[in-house]
Protein backbone atom coordinates (compact mmCIF):
# COMPACT_ATOMS: atom_id res chain seq x y z
CA UNK A 1 0.00 0.00 0.00
CA UNK A 2 2.88 2.39 0.43
CA UNK A 3 4.65 2.06 -2.76
CA UNK A 4 1.26 3.45 -4.92
CA UNK A 5 1.11 6.42 -2.94
CA UNK A 6 4.80 7.18 -3.81
CA UNK A 7 4.37 6.83 -7.45
CA UNK A 8 1.21 8.63 -7.38
CA UNK A 9 3.31 11.53 -5.50
CA UNK A 10 5.85 10.88 -8.31
CA UNK A 11 3.62 11.17 -11.40
CA UNK A 12 1.53 14.89 -9.33
CA UNK A 13 5.35 16.22 -9.39
CA UNK A 14 5.87 15.99 -13.16
CA UNK A 15 2.81 17.20 -14.16
CA UNK A 16 3.36 20.65 -11.80
CA UNK A 17 7.61 20.52 -13.59
CA UNK A 18 6.23 20.10 -17.30
CA UNK A 19 4.77 22.69 -19.07
CA UNK A 20 1.21 23.23 -19.72
CA UNK A 21 1.20 22.34 -23.30
CA UNK A 22 2.49 18.73 -21.97
CA UNK A 23 0.28 18.36 -19.36
CA UNK A 24 -2.43 16.91 -20.91
CA UNK A 25 -0.45 13.85 -22.13
CA UNK A 26 0.35 13.68 -18.32
CA UNK A 27 -3.31 13.80 -17.37
CA UNK A 28 -4.04 10.74 -19.20
CA UNK A 29 -1.27 8.34 -18.00
CA UNK A 30 -2.19 9.61 -14.52
CA UNK A 31 -6.00 8.43 -15.31
CA UNK A 32 -4.91 5.21 -16.94
CA UNK A 33 -2.78 4.53 -13.80
CA UNK A 34 -5.59 5.18 -11.42
CA UNK A 35 -7.49 2.57 -13.45
CA UNK A 36 -5.33 0.18 -13.90
CA UNK A 37 -4.23 0.13 -10.10
CA UNK A 38 -7.83 0.31 -8.70
CA UNK A 39 -9.54 -2.39 -10.64
CA UNK A 40 -12.69 -3.51 -11.51
CA UNK A 41 -15.60 -2.14 -9.15
CA UNK A 42 -16.50 -4.75 -6.32
CA UNK A 43 -19.54 -7.17 -6.30
CA UNK A 44 -21.52 -5.30 -3.75
CA UNK A 45 -20.67 -1.39 -5.19
CA UNK A 46 -23.43 0.17 -6.80
CA UNK A 47 -21.52 0.47 -10.28
CA UNK A 48 -21.57 -3.93 -9.93
CA UNK A 49 -25.12 -3.57 -8.94
CA UNK A 50 -26.28 -1.38 -11.56
CA UNK A 51 -24.61 -3.56 -14.20
CA UNK A 52 -26.26 -6.83 -13.39
CA UNK A 53 -30.02 -4.98 -13.52
CA UNK A 54 -29.09 -4.21 -16.60
CA UNK A 55 -27.80 -7.15 -17.92
CA UNK A 56 -31.46 -9.22 -16.50
CA UNK A 57 -33.43 -10.85 -18.82
CA UNK A 58 -33.45 -11.83 -22.24
CA UNK A 59 -31.44 -8.84 -24.38
CA UNK A 60 -31.82 -8.55 -28.52
CA UNK A 61 -30.80 -10.87 -30.33
CA UNK A 62 -29.29 -8.41 -33.23
CA UNK A 63 -26.12 -7.69 -30.26
CA UNK A 64 -25.39 -11.41 -29.36
CA UNK A 65 -22.33 -12.45 -30.48
CA UNK A 66 -22.63 -16.81 -30.39
CA UNK A 67 -18.71 -17.08 -31.00
CA UNK A 68 -17.86 -15.07 -27.45
CA UNK A 69 -21.10 -15.78 -25.92
CA UNK A 70 -21.28 -12.45 -24.93
CA UNK A 71 -25.02 -10.20 -25.34
CA UNK A 72 -24.44 -6.24 -25.06
CA UNK A 73 -26.57 -4.19 -24.05
CA UNK A 74 -26.69 -1.65 -26.93
CA UNK A 75 -25.71 -0.71 -30.99
CA UNK A 76 -22.49 1.14 -29.51
CA UNK A 77 -21.61 -2.20 -27.06
CA UNK A 78 -22.23 -4.59 -29.91
CA UNK A 79 -19.61 -2.15 -32.39
CA UNK A 80 -16.87 -2.25 -29.42
CA UNK A 81 -17.01 -5.55 -28.75
CA UNK A 82 -16.40 -6.47 -32.48
CA UNK A 83 -13.57 -4.29 -32.31
CA UNK A 84 -11.95 -6.11 -29.54
CA UNK A 85 -8.81 -8.43 -29.66
CA UNK A 86 -10.43 -11.32 -28.03
CA UNK A 87 -13.21 -11.24 -30.69
CA UNK A 88 -10.78 -10.65 -33.83
CA UNK A 89 -9.20 -14.12 -32.19
CA UNK A 90 -12.31 -16.16 -31.98
CA UNK A 91 -13.37 -15.35 -35.27
CA UNK A 92 -9.68 -16.65 -36.37
CA UNK A 93 -9.93 -19.27 -35.05
CA UNK A 94 -13.72 -20.15 -36.55
CA UNK A 95 -12.77 -19.23 -40.00
CA UNK A 96 -9.68 -22.32 -39.38
CA UNK A 97 -12.68 -24.92 -39.06
CA UNK A 98 -15.96 -23.54 -39.21
CA UNK A 99 -17.94 -26.76 -39.75
CA UNK A 100 -16.74 -27.74 -36.73
CA UNK A 101 -18.15 -24.68 -34.76
CA UNK A 102 -21.06 -24.76 -36.46
CA UNK A 103 -21.52 -28.68 -35.89
CA UNK A 104 -20.68 -28.21 -31.97
CA UNK A 105 -23.45 -25.65 -31.95
CA UNK A 106 -25.97 -27.43 -33.51
CA UNK A 107 -25.45 -30.59 -31.65
CA UNK A 108 -25.76 -28.14 -28.68
CA UNK A 109 -28.68 -26.47 -29.58
CA UNK A 110 -30.66 -30.09 -30.43
CA UNK A 111 -30.01 -31.77 -27.43
CA UNK A 112 -31.30 -29.03 -25.09
CA UNK A 113 -34.53 -28.32 -27.33
CA UNK A 114 -35.01 -32.49 -27.33
CA UNK A 115 -34.27 -32.49 -23.01
CA UNK A 116 -36.68 -29.84 -22.72
CA UNK A 117 -39.37 -31.74 -25.00
CA UNK A 118 -39.03 -34.57 -23.04
CA UNK A 119 -38.87 -33.26 -19.20
CA UNK A 120 -41.60 -30.46 -19.78
CA UNK A 121 -44.23 -32.56 -22.11
CA UNK A 122 -43.15 -35.79 -22.09
CA UNK A 123 -44.59 -37.99 -25.05
CA UNK A 124 -47.33 -35.54 -25.59
CA UNK A 125 -47.97 -33.62 -28.66
CA UNK A 126 -47.08 -30.39 -28.64
CA UNK A 127 -46.85 -27.23 -30.93
CA UNK A 128 -43.23 -26.64 -31.97
CA UNK A 129 -43.76 -22.63 -31.22
CA UNK A 130 -44.52 -23.71 -27.40
CA UNK A 131 -41.72 -25.74 -26.94
CA UNK A 132 -38.95 -23.31 -28.74
CA UNK A 133 -40.43 -20.08 -26.83
CA UNK A 134 -39.72 -22.10 -23.28
CA UNK A 135 -36.67 -23.15 -24.59
CA UNK A 136 -35.42 -19.57 -25.80
CA UNK A 137 -36.61 -18.01 -22.26
CA UNK A 138 -33.17 -19.34 -20.89
CA UNK A 139 -30.01 -16.81 -21.38
CA UNK A 140 -27.56 -19.18 -22.13
CA UNK A 141 -29.48 -20.74 -24.74
CA UNK A 142 -27.72 -21.26 -28.11
CA UNK A 143 -29.51 -19.63 -30.70
CA UNK A 144 -30.82 -21.20 -34.15
CA UNK A 145 -28.89 -18.88 -35.94
CA UNK A 146 -25.79 -20.69 -35.13
CA UNK A 147 -26.53 -24.00 -36.08
CA UNK A 148 -27.22 -25.42 -39.52
CA UNK A 149 -30.93 -24.97 -39.44
CA UNK A 150 -32.42 -21.82 -40.97
CA UNK A 151 -35.87 -22.27 -39.53
CA UNK A 152 -38.02 -23.99 -36.89
CA UNK A 153 -40.13 -25.70 -39.74
CA UNK A 154 -36.46 -27.01 -41.04
CA UNK A 155 -35.26 -27.84 -37.36
CA UNK A 156 -38.75 -29.88 -37.09
CA UNK A 157 -38.63 -31.75 -40.62
CA UNK A 158 -35.12 -32.63 -39.57
CA UNK A 159 -36.64 -34.75 -35.93
CA UNK A 160 -39.29 -36.45 -37.54
CA UNK A 161 -36.49 -38.40 -40.44
CA UNK A 162 -34.24 -38.76 -37.69
CA UNK A 163 -37.23 -40.92 -35.79
CA UNK A 164 -36.40 -39.01 -33.13
CA UNK A 165 -39.93 -37.21 -32.68
CA UNK A 166 -43.33 -37.77 -34.46
CA UNK A 167 -44.44 -34.87 -36.15
CA UNK A 168 -47.29 -33.59 -38.92
CA UNK A 169 -48.32 -30.56 -40.22
CA UNK A 170 -51.81 -29.16 -39.54
CA UNK A 171 -53.39 -25.45 -40.57
CA UNK A 172 -52.01 -24.23 -37.05
CA UNK A 173 -48.58 -25.39 -37.78
CA UNK A 174 -46.42 -28.26 -37.28
CA UNK A 175 -46.97 -30.44 -33.85
CA UNK A 176 -44.13 -32.74 -32.49
CA UNK A 177 -44.45 -35.63 -30.01
CA UNK A 178 -40.94 -37.05 -28.01
CA UNK A 179 -40.43 -40.35 -28.78
CA UNK A 180 -38.94 -42.17 -25.34
CA UNK A 181 -36.36 -44.55 -26.29
CA UNK A 182 -34.85 -44.76 -22.93
CA UNK A 183 -33.53 -48.28 -22.05
CA UNK A 184 -35.68 -47.90 -18.16
CA UNK A 185 -38.91 -46.87 -20.22
CA UNK A 186 -38.65 -49.92 -22.43
CA UNK A 187 -37.83 -52.02 -19.37
CA UNK A 188 -41.15 -50.91 -18.08
CA UNK A 189 -43.25 -51.20 -21.60
CA UNK A 190 -42.45 -54.86 -21.27
CA UNK A 191 -42.83 -55.42 -18.41
CA UNK A 192 -46.43 -53.99 -18.19
CA UNK A 193 -47.13 -56.17 -21.44
CA UNK A 194 -45.82 -59.24 -19.63
CA UNK A 195 -48.10 -58.24 -16.40
CA UNK A 196 -51.39 -57.55 -18.92
CA UNK A 197 -50.45 -61.06 -20.93
CA UNK A 198 -49.94 -63.06 -17.27
CA UNK A 199 -53.58 -61.72 -16.37
CA UNK A 200 -55.40 -62.64 -19.73
CA UNK A 201 -53.53 -66.08 -19.17
CA UNK A 202 -55.25 -66.22 -15.76
CA UNK A 203 -58.41 -65.41 -16.90
CA UNK A 204 -58.50 -68.43 -19.84
CA UNK A 205 -57.43 -70.78 -16.85
CA UNK A 206 -60.38 -69.86 -14.97
CA UNK A 207 -62.96 -69.81 -17.99
CA UNK A 208 -61.04 -73.17 -18.52
CA UNK A 209 -61.91 -74.77 -14.98
CA UNK A 210 -65.71 -73.44 -14.50
CA UNK A 211 -66.27 -75.18 -18.34
CA UNK A 212 -64.18 -78.17 -16.75
CA UNK A 213 -66.96 -78.06 -13.22
CA UNK A 214 -69.80 -77.56 -15.94
CA UNK A 215 -68.93 -80.73 -17.36
CA UNK A 216 -68.75 -82.37 -14.77
CA UNK A 217 -71.68 -81.39 -13.21
CA UNK A 218 -73.91 -83.00 -16.27
CA UNK A 219 -72.24 -86.32 -15.76
CA UNK A 220 -69.77 -85.89 -18.76
CA UNK A 221 -73.00 -85.90 -21.32
CA UNK A 222 -72.18 -84.15 -24.26
CA UNK A 223 -74.17 -80.59 -24.65
CA UNK A 224 -77.71 -80.84 -26.47
CA UNK A 225 -78.04 -79.75 -29.87
CA UNK A 226 -80.09 -76.92 -30.46
CA UNK A 227 -83.67 -77.42 -31.67
CA UNK A 228 -83.84 -76.74 -35.55
CA UNK A 229 -86.73 -74.80 -36.51
CA UNK A 230 -88.89 -75.82 -39.54
CA UNK A 231 -91.52 -74.80 -41.71
CA UNK A 232 -94.75 -76.27 -40.45
CA UNK A 233 -96.30 -78.31 -43.86
CA UNK A 234 -99.71 -80.27 -43.97
CA UNK A 235 -100.50 -82.83 -46.51
CA UNK A 236 -103.86 -81.77 -48.05
CA UNK A 237 -104.89 -85.01 -48.67
CA UNK A 238 -104.97 -85.66 -44.81
CA UNK A 239 -108.70 -85.86 -43.23
CA UNK A 240 -109.66 -84.74 -39.55
CA UNK A 241 -112.65 -87.03 -38.25
CA UNK A 242 -114.01 -87.73 -34.93
CA UNK A 243 -115.59 -91.03 -33.93
CA UNK A 244 -117.73 -89.56 -31.35
CA UNK A 245 -119.46 -93.16 -30.94
CA UNK A 246 -119.15 -93.60 -27.37
CA UNK A 247 -120.43 -89.95 -26.04
CA UNK A 248 -123.47 -90.83 -28.63
CA UNK A 249 -124.50 -93.99 -27.07
CA UNK A 250 -123.83 -92.49 -23.15
CA UNK A 251 -126.05 -90.08 -24.04
CA UNK A 252 -129.07 -92.14 -25.45
CA UNK A 253 -130.26 -95.48 -27.10
CA UNK A 254 -130.91 -94.47 -30.38
CA UNK A 255 -128.51 -95.79 -33.03
CA UNK A 256 -129.50 -93.79 -35.75
CA UNK A 257 -128.44 -89.99 -34.06
CA UNK A 258 -125.14 -92.15 -33.49
CA UNK A 259 -124.51 -92.18 -36.91
CA UNK A 260 -125.59 -89.30 -38.41
CA UNK A 261 -123.77 -86.82 -35.71
CA UNK A 262 -120.09 -87.81 -36.69
CA UNK A 263 -120.97 -87.69 -40.54
CA UNK A 264 -122.23 -84.29 -39.70
CA UNK A 265 -119.60 -82.93 -37.52
CA UNK A 266 -116.98 -83.99 -40.10
CA UNK A 267 -118.06 -82.29 -42.97
CA UNK A 268 -117.97 -78.68 -41.23
CA UNK A 269 -114.57 -79.71 -40.01
CA UNK A 270 -113.00 -81.15 -42.80
CA UNK A 271 -113.95 -77.60 -45.13
CA UNK A 272 -112.34 -75.56 -41.99
CA UNK A 273 -109.09 -77.54 -42.71
CA UNK A 274 -109.01 -77.12 -46.59
CA UNK A 275 -109.83 -73.40 -46.61
CA UNK A 276 -105.99 -72.65 -45.35
CA UNK A 277 -104.66 -74.70 -47.99
CA UNK A 278 -106.57 -73.45 -50.75
CA UNK A 279 -105.93 -69.65 -49.96
CA UNK A 280 -102.43 -70.43 -50.18
CA UNK A 281 -102.13 -72.30 -53.06
CA UNK A 282 -103.98 -69.64 -54.23
CA UNK A 283 -101.36 -67.06 -52.76
CA UNK A 284 -98.27 -68.97 -53.83
CA UNK A 285 -100.04 -69.38 -57.72
CA UNK A 286 -100.75 -65.64 -57.65
CA UNK A 287 -99.21 -63.44 -60.56
CA UNK A 288 -97.65 -60.35 -60.18
CA UNK A 289 -99.90 -57.57 -61.56
CA UNK A 290 -99.03 -55.16 -64.04
CA UNK A 291 -97.63 -52.57 -61.85
CA UNK A 292 -95.62 -54.54 -59.69
CA UNK A 293 -93.57 -55.68 -63.15
CA UNK A 294 -93.00 -52.40 -64.48
CA UNK A 295 -91.85 -51.34 -61.38
CA UNK A 296 -89.21 -54.28 -61.92
CA UNK A 297 -88.50 -53.06 -65.11
CA UNK A 298 -87.60 -49.28 -64.06
CA UNK A 299 -85.80 -50.89 -61.30
CA UNK A 300 -83.82 -53.22 -63.63
CA UNK A 301 -82.93 -50.06 -66.04
CA UNK A 302 -81.66 -47.93 -63.39
CA UNK A 303 -79.32 -50.30 -61.73
CA UNK A 304 -77.82 -50.98 -65.58
CA UNK A 305 -77.86 -47.47 -66.28
CA UNK A 306 -75.72 -46.61 -63.35
CA UNK A 307 -72.47 -45.36 -63.95
CA UNK A 308 -69.23 -47.54 -63.55
CA UNK A 309 -67.12 -45.16 -62.13
CA UNK A 310 -63.99 -45.82 -60.69
CA UNK A 311 -61.65 -43.83 -57.92
CA UNK A 312 -59.22 -42.85 -61.30
CA UNK A 313 -59.55 -40.30 -63.43
CA UNK A 314 -56.33 -38.93 -65.03
CA UNK A 315 -55.87 -39.50 -68.62
CA UNK A 316 -53.35 -38.52 -71.21
CA UNK A 317 -53.90 -35.92 -73.68
CA UNK A 318 -56.11 -33.70 -71.33
CA UNK A 319 -55.77 -30.06 -69.80
CA UNK A 320 -55.94 -29.74 -66.03
CA UNK A 321 -55.65 -27.17 -63.47
CA UNK A 322 -53.00 -27.19 -60.82
CA UNK A 323 -54.93 -26.76 -56.89
CA UNK A 324 -52.01 -27.54 -54.86
CA UNK A 325 -50.67 -24.62 -53.50
CA UNK A 326 -47.20 -26.96 -52.03
CA UNK A 327 -45.17 -25.96 -55.04
CA UNK A 328 -46.00 -21.80 -54.49
CA UNK A 329 -47.68 -19.32 -56.61
CA UNK A 330 -45.85 -19.66 -59.81
CA UNK A 331 -48.03 -23.22 -60.76
CA UNK A 332 -50.58 -22.70 -58.15
CA UNK A 333 -53.78 -22.29 -60.60
CA UNK A 334 -51.80 -22.61 -63.37
CA UNK A 335 -53.04 -24.75 -66.19
CA UNK A 336 -50.73 -28.12 -67.64
CA UNK A 337 -51.37 -30.69 -70.32
CA UNK A 338 -51.28 -34.49 -68.44
CA UNK A 339 -48.18 -36.20 -70.67
CA UNK A 340 -48.44 -39.54 -68.89
CA UNK A 341 -49.72 -41.60 -66.07
CA UNK A 342 -48.56 -43.57 -63.89
CA UNK A 343 -49.78 -46.12 -61.33
CA UNK A 344 -53.11 -44.72 -62.06
CA UNK A 345 -52.96 -41.81 -59.57
CA UNK A 346 -49.87 -39.95 -60.57
CA UNK A 347 -49.17 -37.93 -63.85
CA UNK A 348 -46.56 -36.36 -65.89
CA UNK A 349 -47.93 -32.89 -66.52
CA UNK A 350 -46.20 -30.37 -68.87
CA UNK A 351 -46.87 -26.19 -67.37
CA UNK A 352 -48.77 -24.66 -70.13
CA UNK A 353 -47.18 -21.24 -69.35
CA UNK A 354 -43.72 -21.87 -68.21
CA UNK A 355 -43.66 -25.33 -70.09
CA UNK A 356 -42.26 -27.37 -67.05
CA UNK A 357 -42.28 -30.45 -66.33
CA UNK A 358 -43.83 -31.86 -63.15
CA UNK A 359 -44.93 -35.07 -61.11
CA UNK A 360 -48.14 -34.63 -59.45
CA UNK A 361 -50.46 -36.90 -57.81
CA UNK A 362 -54.08 -36.93 -58.58
CA UNK A 363 -55.39 -34.94 -55.63
CA UNK A 364 -53.55 -31.98 -56.84
CA UNK A 365 -55.00 -31.50 -59.92
CA UNK A 366 -59.03 -31.26 -61.03
CA UNK A 367 -60.42 -31.00 -64.56
CA UNK A 368 -60.73 -28.11 -66.95
CA UNK A 369 -64.23 -27.07 -68.65
CA UNK A 370 -63.70 -25.18 -71.83
CA UNK A 371 -66.32 -23.03 -73.75
CA UNK A 372 -69.29 -25.08 -75.10
CA UNK A 373 -68.35 -25.78 -78.63
CA UNK A 374 -65.03 -26.99 -77.65
CA UNK A 375 -63.40 -30.64 -77.53
CA UNK A 376 -63.38 -32.33 -74.32
CA UNK A 377 -62.51 -35.95 -73.02
CA UNK A 378 -65.27 -38.18 -70.79
CA UNK A 379 -62.40 -39.55 -68.48
CA UNK A 380 -64.89 -41.01 -65.73
CA UNK A 381 -68.55 -42.99 -66.00
CA UNK A 382 -70.25 -44.97 -68.51
CA UNK A 383 -68.70 -43.14 -71.65
CA UNK A 384 -65.11 -43.02 -69.97
CA UNK A 385 -62.46 -42.36 -72.82
CA UNK A 386 -64.85 -41.13 -75.40
CA UNK A 387 -64.09 -37.84 -76.67
CA UNK A 388 -67.20 -34.75 -76.98
CA UNK A 389 -68.64 -31.60 -77.74
CA UNK A 390 -69.29 -29.34 -75.52
CA UNK A 391 -72.98 -28.04 -76.14
CA UNK A 392 -73.91 -26.21 -72.79
CA UNK A 393 -73.40 -25.93 -69.19
CA UNK A 394 -75.94 -26.70 -66.57
CA UNK A 395 -74.66 -24.50 -62.86
CA UNK A 396 -78.04 -25.38 -60.78
CA UNK A 397 -77.04 -29.42 -61.66
CA UNK A 398 -73.17 -28.96 -61.57
CA UNK A 399 -73.25 -30.74 -65.18
CA UNK A 400 -72.68 -30.20 -68.69
CA UNK A 401 -74.41 -30.99 -71.66
CA UNK A 402 -71.95 -33.38 -74.35
CA UNK A 403 -72.53 -34.35 -77.63
CA UNK A 404 -70.59 -38.24 -78.47
CA UNK A 405 -67.92 -37.51 -81.12
CA UNK A 406 -66.92 -41.35 -80.98
CA UNK A 407 -67.32 -44.67 -79.87
CA UNK A 408 -70.68 -46.92 -80.36
CA UNK A 409 -73.38 -44.46 -79.42
CA UNK A 410 -71.66 -41.41 -81.48
CA UNK A 411 -74.50 -38.14 -81.67
CA UNK A 412 -75.98 -39.20 -78.59
CA UNK A 413 -76.18 -36.58 -76.37
CA UNK A 414 -76.02 -36.83 -72.59
CA UNK A 415 -75.84 -34.60 -69.07
CA UNK A 416 -71.97 -35.57 -67.57
CA UNK A 417 -71.05 -34.26 -64.12
CA UNK A 418 -68.07 -31.55 -64.19
CA UNK A 419 -65.83 -33.86 -62.33
CA UNK A 420 -66.33 -36.76 -65.53
CA UNK A 421 -65.11 -34.72 -68.25
CA UNK A 422 -61.96 -32.57 -68.88
CA UNK A 423 -60.54 -30.51 -71.78
CA UNK A 424 -58.56 -32.27 -74.50
CA UNK A 425 -55.22 -30.97 -75.10
Known sequence: MSARPAKFQEHLCEVKEEPPRHRHSIVCKLEGFLKTEMGKPDFLSPKAISNRIKSKGLQKLRWYCQMCQKQCRDENGFKCHCMSESHQRQLLLAAECPRKFMDHFSSEFKSGFLELLRRRFGTKRVHNNIVYNEYISDREHIHMNATRWETLTVFTKWLGRQGLC???????GWYIQYIDRDPETIRRQEELAKRKKHELDDEERSAKFIEEQVRRGRGGKEEEEDPVYTELKRDNEE???FNLGAGASLAGPSTSSAVLVPSALAKPSSAKRKEPSSVLDTRDKKKKSALEQIIEMEERKKQQQQPVRTDHWLRPNIVVKVITKRLGDKYHKKKAVVMEVREKFTAVVKMIDSGDKL????????????APGKYVMIVNGNFRDTEAVLEGIDEKNFCASLTLDSGPHKGKRVDVAYEDFSKRA
Open 239 to 241: KVT
Open 359 to 370: KLDQNHVETVIP
Open 166 to 172: KVDETPK
